[in-house]
C-alpha cells in the first residue's frame, strides 16, 4: 500500500513541476507580448495623431496603415472627459446591445493597462486597450495544460489500480485452483489406504478418526477449488449453517471462550455457496480468539431485515486501533506473528465477488473488542 501511494505521490510531484515550469515559461512569454502590443498601441495612439493632425499625404497613408494593420488588440479611443468616441477590434456583432458591450469593455480596460493619453490638437484624448486574444489565450494556457495533465494522470491511475485488481484476482484464483488440484491426488490415495484400513478391521478407531480428518482435508480442498472458480449460490437456511459452524468452532476453541448465536427466526433462507461461506465465518471466529487471551465472548448476531441479512461477529477481544481498521482487509496486512495477512482479504473476496454482499468493521474499539459485519442480500 505505501508502495502504491509513492508510485501516486510521485506523479503527482511530476504533474505539479510541469505545470510549474510550464506557468512560469508561458508568464514570460505573456510578458513579452504584452510589451509588444503595448509598444503597438502607443505607436497606434501616435497614427491616431498623425493621422488627425498631418497635412503630408505619405505620412497620413503611413499612419492608416498602422491603424489598420491592427487587427488583434482590442481599443477604445475616449475624449478628455472619457467618452468613448471610437473603438476597434471589439466583436460587437452577436452582441444584443453594442453599446453596452463596449462601455464594459472600456471598464474592463481601465482595469487592465492605463490609457495611453494621445493629444489630436482638438483637445486630450485617451486610448484604453485590452489585450489580444492570443494573449488572452497565452494566459489560459497552464491551466487547460493542467486539465489535460490531471485528467491523463487520473487514467493512468484508474487503469494501474484495474491492472493491479486483475493481478491480485489472477494470483488468488490461480493459487486456489492449484493448490485444490495438488491436494486431489493425496486425498484419494488416503481415501483408498483407510478403505483397506477398515476392511482389515471393521471397527479400528484409528480408521474412524481418520476418516473425519480425511472429510476436514476434503472440505477445505473443496473450499479453494470454490474460490478458485465462481461457485454455484444454492438456497440455504442461514441459521443451520450458522448453527454448524459455531458447534465446530465451540470445540476448538479455548474452554473459556463462550460462542453464542443469537437469532430472532429459526429459518433465514439466503443464497450462499456454503463450504466457502463457512471459511469466512471460521476466519472471523478464529481471529476473534486470537483478539483475546483465551477468555471471554463471541456474539454472531443475525437480522433478518426485507432486503438484507446481516451477520455480525463482535468480540470483546484487544479491538482494532484506529489507523489499522482500513488497513485489515489489505492482502499481507497482519499484526500476528505467524499470521499471513490473507484471512480477511479472502474473506472479503468470498462475500463481495461471489456473494455480491459486503464485509466490513461494522466497529471497534481498542480494549473493548470489534464487531464485524457482513451483509448478504437477498
Ligand atoms: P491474519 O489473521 O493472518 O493476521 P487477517 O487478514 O485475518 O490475517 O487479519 C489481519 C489483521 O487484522 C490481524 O493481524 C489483526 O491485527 C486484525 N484483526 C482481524 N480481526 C480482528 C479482531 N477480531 N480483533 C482485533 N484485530 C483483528
Known amino acids: 500500500m505505501r508502495q502504491y501511494l509513492n508510485w501516486k505521490t510521485y506523479l503527482a510531484l511530476i504533474a505539479v513541476f510541469i505545470v510549474g515550469a510550464s506557468l512560469y515559461y508561458t508568464n514570460q512569454l505573456a510578458g513579452k507580448l504584452a510589451d509588444e502590443e503595448k509598444k503597438k498601441v502607443e505607436e497606434l495612439a501616435a497614427a491616431l495623431k498623425t493621422l488627425v493632425t498631418s497635412k503630408n499625404d505619405q505620412e497620413t497613408a503611413f499612419a492608416s496603415t498602422i491603424i489598420t494593420q491592427n487587427t488583434t488588440i482590442p481599443l ?111 486425498l484419494s490415495s488416503i481415501e483408498g489406504w483407510l478403505e483397506l484400513l477398515r476392511e482389515e478391521d471393521p471397527n479400528s478407531e484409528a480408521a474412524i478418526e481418520m476418516q473425519k480428518d480425511l472429510d476436514r482435508l476434503k472440505l477445505v480442498a473443496d473450499r479453494f477449488s470454490k474460490v478458485g472458480s465462481a461457485p454455484q449460490l444454492e438456497e440455504e437456511n442461514l441459521v443451520l449453517r450458522l448453527e454448524g459452524i459455531v458447534e465446530y468452532m465451540q470445540k476448538r476453541a479455548p474452554k473459556k471462550v463462550i460462542i453464542s448465536l443469537h437469532n430472532t427466526e429459526a429459518e433465514i433462507p439466503v443464497n450462499i455457496s456454503g463450504p466457502i461461506f463457512d471459511w469466512v465465518m471460521e476466519n472471523l471466529i478464529r481471529n476473534a480468539l486470537d483478539a483475546m487471551a483465551g477468555e471471554g465472548k463471541i456474539d454472531i448476531t443475525v437480522t433478518n431485515t426485507p432486503q438484507q441479512v446481516w451477520v455480525d461477529v463482535q468480540d470483546n477481544g484487544k479491538g482494532i486501533p484506529g489507523h489499522q481498521v482500513k488497513r485489515v482487509f489489505t492482502p499481507g496486512f497482519t499484526t500476528k506473528k505467524r499470521g499471513w495477512g490473507l484471512g480477511l482479504s479472502l474473506s472479503r473476496r468470498i462475500i463481495e465477488k461471489y456473494h455480491h454482499g459486503s464485509l466490513f468493521v461494522k466497529q471497534s474499539e481498542v480494549g473493548r473488542g470489534t464487531t464485524f459485519r457482513i451483509i448478504l442480500r437477498r
Do not use: C
Request: proline share 5%; no cysteine; glycine share 6%.
Open 76 to 186: 477604445i479611443v475616449t475624449d478628455e472627459k472619457i467618452r468613448i468616441i471610437d473603438s476597434k477590434n471589439i466583436d460587437t456583432v452577436h452582441a444584443i446591445s453594442p453599446g453596452r458591450v463596449v462601455v464594459e469593455k472600456l471598464e474592463e480596460f481601465k482595469r487592465l493597462h492605463p490609457p495611453i493619453p494621445a493629444d489630436y490638437g482638438t483637445g486630450k484624448n485617451y486610448v484604453y486597450y485590452g489585450e489580444s486574444y492570443l494573449l488572452t489565450q497565452l494566459r489560459y494556457f497552464p491551466y487547460v495544460q493542467l486539465g489535460i495533465i490531471m485528467l491523463f494522470l487520473a487514467v493512468v491511475v484508474i487503469a494501474l489500480s484495474a491492472a493491479n485488481r486483475s493481478l491480485q484476482n489472477q494470483v488468488w484464483v490461480g493459487l486456489s485452483k492449484e493448490t485444490a488440484h495438488q491436494l486431489g491426488t493425496p
